[in-house]
């Protein structure tokens, strides 16, 4: 793996080439940060040395500061100027720098890091407008940091909450006022359905919050407090809080998140990207042939985490049978070998469905581990690799980082980026 470029410019291109400074963000601190920090300048064609420490860089030549000030996620700085996506990271109301804006919606194991995505984005040198396809969605990562840099994003994924969750990160900034004019009915509406009674609001709410949620119009703005009431669920369910006290607290900051979403777009004039979620299967996609620009996915985890079980209390809040949904996951069908045979056999089927809606010559991002089942070590990462190099596909970059108690299964953790070849 690559980690810092060593190519000395001669002294009389040195003399030549103006320069400008840029500085990575403070949070940015291990190797594999530091490799996507510098593929992101490459994929801007941009010339540098790193200095101080590994944490300044010289940039030799930069052909579009403006670029790069808008797209770059490792950076806080290009010159003296502050990068947007430092800027974004501003706008969080929780304690955690990756939790910014909507990401934080809904505590989903083994998401993304946002940062990573943006920067992986970058590296696929994707540009607004084009379209990246995350064929397992999940919590809405890739929605949400394509969305951020106008790209456009289509998600799909089996999981009726990973939908959920993608359109609410994504959509509800289209009917904030909505959202916001129905705060003081929804808190009432719950809290009925709750048998709690205090006078919050002036006049007597009639219906509980199953028919409140009914009686909404928009899609949108229904799935929005469908979120809230999954929210309050999976406190009380993993933490044990009053789920009245979990409702109000968690709406409001949902509703603050989402407001930060739109004075972050109007105040940094970003031009957000097309976004489509959609309920469907990896396996098949409901895609024309090389008609997506870029691909950036993780693979469920299926062996090492069981997403059906993990998330059981909301899957039945929304209605849902687990027995009939284990048919449809990836990975939680069969036990030992079998197991893993069908994992193997489903995922070689969703890497066929990427490699045939690819753009010939375009890039694949695969973040894959390596994981431990039934005290047998998976080799998921070589997997992925002779599958993907069968289909077609020629790995460019591996980037490797070690995964420190990951549910205690993980090991591993690979960013797989590949090219469509043939």
């Not at 996620?73 to 109301?93: E, M, P, V």
Request: charged share 30%; proline share 3%.
């Amino acid at each position: 793996m690559k980690v810092t470029n060593v190519r000395e410019p001669t002294e009389e291109e040195t003399e030549k080439m103006p320069k400008w400074s840029a500085e990575l963000i403070e949070n940015v601190q291990f190797i594999y940060e530091l490799a996507l920090a510098e593929l992101e300048l490459e994929a801007f064609g941009v010339d540098f040395t790193v200095t101080n420490s590994l944490r300044g860089f010289v940039l030799r030549n930069p052909p579009d500061v403006d670029t790069l000030v808008r797209r770059l996620a490792y950076f806080k700085t290009i010159g003296h100027r502050t990068t947007d996506y430092y800027r974004l990271t501003r706008y969080n109301r929780t304690r955690s720098v990756n939790q910014y804006l909507t990401h934080w919606i809904y505590p989903y194991k083994g998401k993304f890091h946002p940062q990573m995505i943006r920067a992986l984005l970058n590296i696929l040198k994707l540009e607004a407008n084009e379209t990246v396809l995350d064929p397992f969605i999940g919590s809405g990562t890739t929605a949400v940091e394509a969305q951020l840099l106008g790209i456009n994003c289509i998600g799909i994924d089996v999981s009726p909450l990973c939908i959920l969750q993608s359109k609410v990160k994504t959509e509800s900034i289209y009917v904030i006022d909505e959202i916001e004019r129905l705060r003081e009915e929804a808190i009432a509406s719950f809290k009925l359905s709750n048998r709690v009674h205090t006078l919050v609001v002036e006049e007597p709410v009639a219906k509980g919050y199953n028919e409140f949620l009914n009686s909404i119009d928009d899609d949108r703005v229904r799935d929005f407090y469908l979120m809230a009431k999954l929210v309050a669920i999976s406190d009380r369910a993993r933490r044990g809080r009053d789920i009245v006290q979990s409702f109000i607290k968690n709406l409001e900051q949902m509703i603050s998140s989402v407001d930060d979403y739109e004075r972050a777009a109007r105040e940094l004039n970003l031009q957000l990207g097309n976004v489509d979620i959609r309920q469907g299967d990896a396996r098949r996609l409901p895609l024309k042939d090389e008609s997506i620009q870029g691909v950036m996915t993780s693979p469920p985890y299926s062996i090492a985490l069981d997403y059906v079980a993990n998330d059981a209390h909301a899957f039945e809040a929304m209605g849902y049978d687990l027995d009939k949904m284990r048919d449809e996951f990836i990975g939680v069908r069969g036990r030992g070998e079998t197991r893993i045979k069908l994992y193997n056999e489903d995922m070689t089927k969703s890497f066929h469905e990427m490699h045939r809606v690819l753009e010939k010559g375009r890039c694949c991002a695969i973040v894959i581990g390596n994981a431990t089942y039934q005290q047998h070590k998976i080799k998921t990462i070589e997997f992925t690799i002779e599958q993907c190099e069968k289909l077609g596909f020629t790995l460019i970059n591996n980037i490797n980082k070690i995964i420190y108690g990951l549910y205690n299964v993980m090991q591993t953790d690979n960013t797989l980026i590949f090219r469509k070849d043939r």
